[in-house]
């Protein structure tokens, strides 16, 4: 039991660690207060709920490396059950409560055994960090990062190690001085084991040395508390906030209010909504997003793990006079990424599903681009055209809305049009590639056949039909896309559609799960999911031919972005073809690296483009055929295979091709 001394000296202690950290936490969220406003609090129930489970499964962090989460459950399911050991040690300490046998036989074997675990998972973490050095923990020498990151990331992981190790360690110690004063217990085998090194010593000296653990596992913390919201480890609290207040479709973009909003974008920190800012305090810098991101992958200066370390350590530097309600002294494009950086990305939205936090580090990058052109006007020369051809043609490609008929032209079948047929079951949405791209031509045929073969009464917009406006928004031009989206949706519900079938999982995308935000709220399907329902239903008959072996390219806004995995696998089994997955599948599928208007501008500068490393994996292993659903993933792959003679290069095919060679006669 504690002395009144020590227990006077405890309790000045804690307050001052309460107040000091308690200040630094209500600047926290004065820092991220500062953001603009984002409606997140709807069902807050059922997010908080969603949120916990999340966080107790750990299932958010098991997505990939599997030993490095098992040492992080260890650590993590220790400290839960830490926040009552704490609790009942300091009531060990001042009350002479004598925690031990009857019911406490439960309590005690818990709190041994996670001692241990935490101790084992913060002891694997520090050899791979600091002496296993792996590459995740590396950035490469043309990302940007803040000055002085490097060192400080490295000082603060110490720090938190060196916190857990001796906090930990002085509580396993201390229950083993007490239980070699009192005896050992079987409910506490590993602080009896280690009671064996104070056996022999003189009692006083072991009354001691209780004391001074009792003190180094409690006292830690409440030295560690002030430091605590500058560290890496206030995600314990920010990381479960921001899975609860995660917005329910991840990669879908918020319009901008032109009429009330003073600034389009982002160029400093307090011009970010404040999940923005909630995402820099939420890291843990494990950099899963920068393994995944298709452009760090391949050499770019862009790494989405970078960003976010970035913007906490200027908020560190700046703080407290940024929750003060200061203007941040610099821009983004200063400390955060480069201009270089921000239009790398293809918006695959793979660091925001790998990320074991719920950050959206994709969005801060929109962010970016948002200013860059709306309020800087400076982007790339190649989306400059685009927008152009957009504004002018109402398509990317700047082709006349009288070719956009073109794929059409000499089939057997008629293609009906919605001045011919106003009121079908499906109206087919063909998208600007699939109009245009003379190899994206050979979908819509197959289309064709597919509904007629099937007996579908469906029909096209035809001539009028304009682009979706997708690399308008995906590039930032959200002024653009807004004008796109209000005539499409206009035009849409004139038809009044009962079912919309794409073959473009861009346009999807935004016709089902963005255009609602301007009243669109239509069933859309994509040709895949469509085709898999025909067949099911026995509209449509397939005769197999099992052509060999088929591997299949999930693409990004199809897969991660909107969780259609299967039905695409389906109908390549359906026609007896063999499926063999590539490394990287489903949604940790590797990017083809047409997105976020890359296929309209040039790829910046790295080791190799994106489309050759997912080629070479889609070409290792071994199957003839690549398959895709999408027009632009399609081009992208194509342009791969040019590379290579014929007789070795991979075909590649439209899920909707496979079909149509295997309908039956």
Known sequence: MLTTVEKILFILLAIGSSYYGGKRFYDVYRTIARGKPDDRFDDLGERIWRALWIVVSQQSVFKMRPLVSFLHALIFYGFVFYFLVNVVDVFEGFFALHARGGGWNAFNLAADLLTAAVLIGIVGMIVRRFFVHPKDFAFADNVPLRDGARAAIVRDSSIVAGFIIFHVGCRLLFKATQLTLEGGDPFQPVSSGFAVLFSGLDPRALEGLNHFFWWGALGAILLFIPYFPRSKHIHLFMAPINLALKKGKAGVLQPMDFEKEEVFGASKLEEFAWPRLLDAYSCIMCNRCQDVCPATTTGKALSPAAILINERYELNSIFPNFAAGQESPRPLLDFALSEEAAWACTTCNACVEVCPVGNEQMLHIIDVRRERVLSAAEFPNGLKNAFNHMERAGNPWGMPADERMAWAKGLPF?????????????????????????????????????????????????????????????????????????????????????????????????????????????????????????????????????????????????????????????????????????????????????????????EEKGNERVATNRYRELKQTGAKTVATGCPFCMRMITEETAKEEPETAMEVLDIAEIVARNLAK
């Open 414 to 602: 008629p293609v009906p049009t919605l001045r011919e047929k106003s009121n079908p079951e499906v109206l087919y949405w063909v998208g600007c590639a699939v109009a245009f791209d003379p190899r994206a031509q050979k979908i819509a045929r197959s289309m064709v056949e597919l509904f007629n073969a099937a007996g579908v009464d469906w029909a096209v917009i035809g001539k009028e039909e304009k682009c979706t406006g997708d690399t308008a928004r995906r590039t930032g031009n959200e002024y653009l896309f807004a004008q796109m989206a209000a005539e499409n949706v206009a035009a849409l519900d004139e038809v009044k559609p009962k079912v919309i079938v794409t073959t473009c999982p861009h346009c999807f995308h935004t016709i089902a799960n963005e255009y609602p935000q301007f009243g669109g709220n239509y069933v859309v399907k994509h040709h895949t999911d469509y085709i898999n329902e025909l067949i099911g239903n026995g509209k449509l008959k397939l005769t197999p031919k099992g052509d060999g072996a088929v591997t299949y390219h999930d693409p990004c806004y199809l897969g991660r972005h909107n969780g259609i995995f299967d039905p695409p696998r389906a109908l390549i089994q359906a026609t007896g073809a063999k499926l063999i997955e590539p490394g990287r599948t489903r949604s940790n599928s590797f990017c083809c690296g047409a997105g976020g208007g890359q296929f309209w501008k040039e």
